[in-house]
């Protein structure tokens, strides 16, 4: 049960990271700001 509750802790960051990006994706008006709104740094802890 532990493993399955650390794997949603994971998944939920991922989650996290993946929305934040795809909203900021969306906000950006030029191709430099997608390109920098999509880079997201998967090795970060937040």
Known sequence: ???FEGWQIVSAGIE????GAKKAVA???T???IAAAAAVNWEASE
């Open 16 to 19: 996290r990271k993946r929305m």
């Open 1 to 3: 049960m532990a493993t």
């Open 27 to 29: 906000a950006a008006e």
């Open 31 to 33: 191709a430099e700001a």
